[in-house]
């Protein structure tokens, strides 16, 4: 892994950072090459439970570095090609990657988010972001497309007109027009206070409900209610059986009981 990638692991939770702060965070190849590979030795990490991705310094990430990534045209035709086996080619995979995660994945964003960095925080579960951010589908602006996954990711979160409106004009719009518009998920001063509170949350929750409740949203978004009601009846079956959701119930039951006593009233079964 580059310098200009860095994940750290503690108590369950990853920190992957975008570490080229004096660039604004802007993505290069290799940036792109570490994104999948750090998603893929997350996604083998039986111990994790959510995780954080950020910007060093002022910016989330002002997108695709391209004075950098043009110097090296056989890089950008190997990044282009997509793999047969995944559907995607490495500017997708580094986004869509964090899709494919089993836990909880949380953008949180301040400064510059823009191209490809849209698409980084699109490919989160959840982007919590300053009100002054600044976030821009700027491909357009380059005569571009969103093309890191952003189309897929886009219809998933705002109407088509807002989409088609964001990716055809590359305007930049604020922290909290982004939450508005539904691009983002929620305004923070600060938003990393606010991921972490979230994942203190997310950590007394069920490993095993998390990555179900992912999964069906994931595969089922835009499916025919009957298999999605199919795909529900197989997570419960799984989860109805499983030590965690034992777990699951004692903790509740547990902290149930702890709050009537603190109201004062008499816990009834």
Known sequence: MSAHITCTVADGVAHVRLNRPEKLNGLTLDMLDDLVGTARALRSDRSLRAVLISGEGESFTAGLDFATVTKDQWGIVK??????????????????????????????????????GVQIALGADYRITTPDAQWSVLEGKWGLIPDMSG?????????????????????????????????????????????????????????????????????????????????ERIEQANLLVAANTAKARTAAFKRQVASYGQRGRRWLP
């Not at 990716?167 to 991921?195: R, Y």
């Open 151 to 231: 189309i897929q990711s886009l219809s998933q979160q705002v109407g088509m007109d807002v989409a088609k409106r964001l990716t055809m004009t590359g305007e930049v719009i604020s922290g909290e027009k982004a939450v508005e518009l539904g691009l983002a998920s929620e305004v923070a001063d600060d938003p990393m206070a606010a991921a972490e509170a979230l994942v203190d949350i997310l950590k007394t929750r069920s490993p095993d409900a998390l990555g179900a409740a992912k999964r069906l949203f994931e595969n089922t978004w835009n499916s025919s209610a009957r298999y999605t009601f199919f795909r």
């Open 79 to 116: 990044a282009f090609t997509p793999r047969p086996w995944r559907g995607t080619n490495t500017f997708q995979e580094a986004c869509w990657a964090f899709r494919r995660l089993p836990v909880p994945v949380i953008a949180v964003v301040q400064g510059h988010c823009f191209g490809g």
